[in-house]
């Protein structure tokens, strides 16, 4: 029972490190990636906090590296599923009732560990089991899950202010409870920190969760599982299961206690998923919420005024940074005739620097793709792009899969605005640019917003600010992330609440408040402390004659 008001910490972004030669954090972390590869690790299933295995292992490997043994995981089946469910029911109630400061605090010594004695292990598996570089890893699976966590604490105790006004001889007040059920947390391998956000933030407002990773993120979610249980949370809040998609989603849409789904992946896995639901709807105790945050077709248009270093820097990072597969990723870009030799001559120049390798090598600024799965679709339509008439490559465009699944950073010159590789979302490090008529910039900004389906983010780049604010205004449903000379990556926790519509989701905003309301049921009680004794309202009295 809560005996006060309490006052959180102050919330900042956690500082990102350098990882320069020579620094301490560097030398820990190229240490903690040695001793990953060093041994083979056997991953269980969590389950009401219990290690929990199976007779199918699973082998996972680096996809720089895909010879190499990382361990193995613990495949489970339908019965794994409904377990988690039931176990999670089991611990609702007492969960739910746990005073908000008790829950609060968890979360806030689960991000101090992800900061500080689980740094470099968070980040090295994250390395190694995604292909993302040191400085990528310390963005994401350090500081911006500190960030998730700590950001998140304070939404959640944002929201418990929320009250409404009361009139004399009443009291108002408003309970947050969590939803009737259980939360299914479906997450990416993109981002270590989304996975560990999508079951913490219904967790936070009090909720039960069953939590399926990325059959290829799973090394990185063990890590996430082993600090939460480390700093306190208890068991059967969030069940870590290993099951395919299809299997998890044949016993979690057909339970009556299916209270919400919080989901980041592809459009189509989304909407199907929507549509499973929708067809179940009768089954549930209440209406699920349904939150997620799908594909994008992330741009970057320039004017005539725009500065083309800006605009080359803008497009390498933005195209590149961790190969591609971040859903914010610049993967089109339309860039005036008047500027583009300069653009394109810095670009060529920049990109000729970049290098590519294995992570452990932290000079390299380009690391594999996820799995070979990924290498054959990108692969595919670079090579396509090399026959078609109505394409170019530009730069890069090798692909070379006999040690890791690495691709070139490609870019591929595009005749016509609506060429495949304008249109279809890669999730790869392939950036496709269309070259517009300086006069045909009005045209061009129609030609952008009705080519994708996708709303998610983007960027652009002018000195003009009457362009600026014309465009902006424009673009307004193009993009739930918008950018103005910046890449379209980076969205910060608590700085730019991150997400998209049309086909890119419901643009709830991870790691703001708005996503935490989707994650509680609000229950308004009125007290009246002097009720009323008669039926009758003043205006029932006759008129006197």
């Known amino acids: ?169 009443t009291w108002n007040y408003n309970e947050f409870r969590s939803l009737e059920g259980f939360i299914f947390a479906l997450t990416p391998f993109n981002f270590t920190s989304i996975a560990g956000n999508l079951p913490a933030a219904p967790a936070m407002m009090g909720n039960v969760v069953v939590w399926k990773p990325s059959k290829t993120a799973v090394y990185s979610a063990a890590v996430i599982m082993e600090v939460l249980m480390e700093a306190g949370l208890p068991d059967g809040v969030i069940n870590l299961v290993y099951v395919g998609g299809p299997t998890a989603a044949d016993v979690i849409f057909q339970s009556p206690d299916f209270g919400g789904i919080h ?7 989304f909407q199907g998923m929507w549509k499973t639901i929708g067809e179940n709807i009768q089954k549930y105790k209440s209406y699920p919420r349904i939150v997620g945050e799908t594909g994008g077709k992330d741009f970057i248009f320039a004017d005539p005024t725009a500065d083309p270093q800006a605009v080359a820097i803008a497009m390498l990072r933005g195209a590149f940074e961790y190969q591609g597969q971040k859903c914010s990723a610049a993967s089109r870009a339309y860039i005036p005739r008047s500027i583009w030799d300069d653009v394109c001559t810095r670009f060529g120049n920049e990109l000729a620097t970049v290098k590519m390798g294995p992570p452990e090598d932290f000079t390299n600024f380009i690391n594999a793709v996820i799995d070979e799965s990924s290498f054959d679709k990108l692969a595919g339509f670079i090579e396509q792009a090399k026959k078609d008439a109505d394409a170019e490559v530009l730069f890069g465009g090798k ?22 590789t304008m249109v279809e979302e890669l999730f790869g490090p392939v950036l496709t640019i269309f070259v517009y008529e300086d006069e045909d910039l009005d045209l061009t900004l129609k030609i952008l917003d009705k080519t994708s389906i996708y709303a998610l983010t983007g960027a652009i780049f002018s000195q003009d600010r ?59 009680i009125k007290e009246n402390f002097v009720s009323p004794k008669s039926y009758t309202y003043p205006n029932f009295a006759p008129d006197k004659e």
């Open 263 to 269: 989901f980041t992946g592809s459009t189509g896995v």
């Open 1 to 169: 029972m809560s005996k006060g008001f309490f006052n959180i910490p102050d919330i900042k972004n956690e500082p990102i490190k350098s990882y320069m030669p020579g620094s301490p954090e560097r030398i820990e972390l190229k240490k903690m990636l040695n001793d990953l590869r060093s041994v083979e690790l056997e991953l269980p299933m969590i389950i009401g906090g219990k290690e929990v295995t199976t007779d199918h292992r699973v082998r996972i490997s680096p996809p720089h590296d895909h010879k190499h043994t990382l361990g193995y995981y613990y495949q489970g089946d339908a019965s794994h599923v409904q377990m988690a469910i039931d176990t999670a029911m089991l611990a609702r109630d007492k969960w739910n009732s746990m005073s908000w400061h008790h829950r609060a605090a968890i979360f806030l010594k689960a991000a101090d560990l992800f900061a500080g004695p689980y740094r470099a292990k968070i980040n090295a598996a994250t390395m190694l089991g995604q292909s993302k570089n040191a400085f990528q890893a310390e963005i994401d699976a350090a500081c911006e899950m500190a960030d998730f966590f700590r950001y998140g604490v304070r939404c959640m105790t944002d929201i418990y202010k929320m009250q409404p006004e009361s009139a004399p001889t």
């Open 466 to 524: 009457y362009n600026i604010e014309r465009i902006t205004k424009r673009l307004e449903n193009a993009a739930g992330n918008f950018y103005i000379n910046d890449k379209p990556t980076g969205a910060t926790v608590g700085q730019q609440p991150f997400g998209g519509a049309r086909g890119s989701g419901t643009n709830d905003k991870a790691g703001s408040i708005f996503n935490f309301l989707r994650w509680t049921s609000i229950r308004t």
């Open 399 to 420: 692909c070379d899969k006999s040690v890791g699944y690495f691709i070139e950073p490609t870019v591929i010159l595009a005749k016509k605005p609506d060429y495949i």
